[in-house]
């Protein structure tokens, strides 16, 4: 349970840096606020790695599986 809330948390923290980097390319369209989206990009991608290594482990420790509805397999 855990383990998926951690995942949740991953992913609303890649969505505020997402609406961060919009924010930052739509604030001063005159000016050049390249470093800022590409701070935002650096955050994302790191977001990223976290979130695909957190399932990783899951998957490994068997604290995630793959279960669909209509599998049977909960």
């Not at 995942?7 to 961060?20: E, F, H, Q, W």
């Amino acid at each position: 349970m855990l383990l998926k809330f951690i995942l949740v948390l991953l992913v609303i923290a890649m969505l505020v840096s997402l609406s961060g980097a919009l924010k930052s390319l739509f604030r001063n369209p005159g000016q050049d606020t390249s470093a800022q989206t590409y701070r935002w990009l650096v955050i994302r991608v790191s977001l990223a790695v976290a979130i695909l290594a957190v399932v990783s482990y899951g998957f490994f420790t068997g604290q995630l599986s793959i279960g669909a509805p209509w599998t049977g397999r909960y």
